[in-house]
């Protein structure tokens, strides 16, 4: 396997998705597997158990008895949560060991977790297929979590060409992406993709990831939805200024897309009333996520 044409071999800095979380994946969707069994597997490794007992004992759930028992920890955030904390967690702790030059990590992060929020979000406000599951709720945070891995991974093979493909793209006013195609023939939607594979993280969200820029080109009906979805919400995100390069401008399929949310009918006052409040909720997010997660 390659990354930007490099072999798997030489980059000798690539983390491995810890064992634990490995097997929480593939359990937590399991409902023959108790409470007791996820708790025993979470046990064994200390950071997660540890997040797990201080957001199940936190202000959000201040109405509670405190409690210091992984099983009862995860009964009370349920099995949705307890995935995307490990999941978020894994990712902090990675982006930490990366050394990068043209990227910065704190925008890099924010810009991840709020497309991941505004992306659980609008879910309800697509016009076509608007009943998603819970599963399919955790794709969209998951997805947008790692759908601009492919960056780090940019930064870290070539930071010179990268830094080539910003300047262009701020001084033409191009979208990153389109230069990406041009200047090196592959996307960091490519690459993350592959990169996700390689830690066997699911087809719904490494492919998502493959066609979040460009979703008309997923021939899987459910893939296109959560592309779609995931493209609003990182046109949204940038919207808000909550951005990994503040200066780039982002590509969107936008006339098409847009006419396929609810939003795209309001009124000007009305947009205005729903953006500023989603803004607002996004940064909340952010903030408690920082905070609770100590990220």
């Not at 396997?1 to 000798?12: G, P, R, S, T, V």
């Not at 064994?44 to 202000?59: E, G, Q, R, T, V």
């Not at 953006?275 to 903030?287: D, H, P, R, V």
Request: a negative charge; aromatic letters at 12%.
């Amino acid at each position: 396997m390659e990354f930007y044409k490099i072999e798997l071999e030489k980059l000798d800095y690539l983390p491995t998705m810890p064992s634990v979380l490995k097997k929480l994946l593939e359990i937590l969707n399991d409902n023959s597997v108790s409470n007791k069994e996820i708790a025993k597997i979470v046990s064994l490794d200390s950071s997660i158990s540890a997040k797990i007992l201080s957001i199940a004992n936190s202000a959000i759930f201040g109405g509670y008895s405190p409690i210091n028992d992984l099983n009862l920890a995860i009964t009370r955030l349920g099995r949705v949560d307890v995935k995307t904390i490990a999941m978020t967690l894994f990712i902090s702790t990675m982006l930490k060991k990366f050394k990068l030059k043209n990227i910065v990590i704190e925008n890099f992060w924010r810009h991840n977790l709020a497309v991941s929020f505004i992306a659980r979000r609008i879910a309800q406000y697509l016009k076509k297929d608007v009943d998603f599951t819970e599963e399919e709720r955790v794709v969209l945070y998951l997805t947008g979590l790692f759908h601009d891995i492919g960056y780090i991974l940019f930064d870290q093979v070539n930071p010179d060409i990268m830094l080539l493909i910003k300047n262009q793209a701020i001084e033409q006013d191009e979208p990153f992406i389109e230069l990406e195609r041009i200047i090196v023939h592959t996307t960091h939607a490519q690459e993350g993709a592959e990169l996700l594979k390689y830690w066997n993280l699911p087809k719904e969200i490494t492919d998502t990831v493959r066609y979040h820029h460009e979703p008309y080109a997923a021939t899987d009906k459910s893939i296109q939805k959560c592309a779609k979805i995931i493209n609003m919400a990182d046109y949204l995100a940038n919207l808000f200024e909550m951005s990994t390069f503040k200066e780039v401008r982002y590509g969107v399929a936008f006339e098409n897309l847009w006419n396929e949310f609810e939003f795209s009918s309001y009124t000007k006052e009305e947009f205005t009333e729903f953006k500023n409040e989603l803004a607002s909720q996004t940064n909340l997010f952010i903030s408690f996520s920082e905070l609770a997660l100590n990220i």
